[in-house]
């Protein structure tokens, strides 16, 4: 049933290399993301990646295969009464019926009739919802036709989240972009050092693919669970040049222990506590009152389990810190459901 995914690796191996590369046509990239979902998730008949923008209460169509895309990226449809919990209680899960009839109170009586003539209609749906950044819900959405017997497998669910995820790291890549551009406006040589940063930066991230590649065959093959092992723990430790060594630790009491550590030659402590937090630039950074330097918080594997990353005290902050943000968005939306 799930043969094709081998038949398609190549394909999907470039939409990873594109992550970071430049894309001359966004929405070619977007259309070819969805295609290759169809083509590798076997009861999937539709396909759409729609951008939610919570604050202004209305959403926009990026690309669509089998809904009429035409019609549908010519509008922003506006959502009345939006509630962002209703849409974290349907993320990831399996909807059965007409995804449209069910949410169509949110909508005016002229964006339905707009919306019933641009998308097709289903019995099944399954929808991943990823938070971009407070203003930005990144919305990926598969469908099932209505005259067909088939319905989604939790493998499909499963698989379906990785094609969502290489579109989230897509825009991800973008936003960056953008940030260190930003960050250069105020600058005398605004445009050198733009370009020297920008180049860089690329660069050294395509070091990425191999960590995502890692965890797609993971996530494919063994599931969620072996993401924070050794394995995963020394694969990154050892491509990312300004991570020196890594540990698990569980929280106990006021206190943590240590039950797992990677890069350290004989690590004789086992307890840990607290000296500092605080947050930079969108990350976490944590000192330890019994090991020196600054950890970087990489994800929780649950409410008492953390992963933490020590960071080279000799980093570029400007370069770094983006990419200790996007590594953890990586890791975190591959190890929690």
């Not at 959405?141 to 499909?156: M, P, V």
């Amino acid at each position: 049933m799930y043969n094709n995914i081998n038949d398609n690796l190549p394909e999907l191996v470039k939409l990873l290399e594109d992550t970071y590369d430049h894309v001359e046509n966004v929405d070619e990239y977007f259309e070819k993301i969805l295609q290759l979902a169809i083509n590798v998730i076997p009861e999937a008949d539709y396909a759409s990646l729609i951008m939610l923008l919570p604050d202004q209460k209305k959403i926009n169509w990026f690309a669509a295969v089998g809904h009429d895309i035409k019609k549908l990226s010519k509008f922003s449809y506006h959502i009345k009464n939006l509630d962002l919990e209703i849409l974290e209680a349907i993320n990831g899960k399996i909807i059965e019926g007409n995804v449209l009839e069910r949410f169509e109170k949110y909508f005016t009586i002229n964006e339905i009739k707009q919306l019933k003539k641009s998308l097709k209609s289903c019995k099944q749906s399954i929808v991943y919802a990823l938070e971009l950044n407070r203003k930005y819900y990144l919305i990926f959405s598969l469908d099932i036709s209505e005259s067909s017997e088939k319905r989604f497998s939790d493998k499909s669910k499963d698989l379906m989240k990785v094609f969502a995820n290489i579109a989230y790291i897509f825009i991800k890549f973008k936003m960056k972009e953008e940030e260190i551009k930003d960050s250069m406006k105020n600058t005398i040589n605004e445009r050198e050092k733009y370009e020297r940063l920008r180049e860089e930066f690329l660069s050294r991230v395509k070091i990425f693919k191999d960590i995502l590649m890692k965890l797609i065959s993971l996530y494919i093959n063994k599931g969620r669970k072996t993401l924070y092992s050794n394995e995963i723990l020394k694969h990154i430790i050892s491509n990312m040049p300004f991570i020196e060594k890594g540990i698990i630790i569980e929280m106990k009491d006021d206190k943590f222990n240590i039950i797992n550590e990677i890069g350290y030659e004989s690590l004789k402590i086992k307890e840990i506590s607290i000296k500092d937090i605080y947050r930079k630039n969108n990350i976490n950074v944590i000192t330890f009152n019994e090991l020196s330097g600054e950890y970087f918080e990489l994800t929780s594997i649950d409410e008492n389990t953390n992963i933490l990353l020590k960071i080279n005290e000799e980093r570029e902050d400007i370069l770094i810190d983006l990419e200790l943000e996007i590594l953890s968005d990586i890791i975190s939306i591959f190890i929690n459901e």
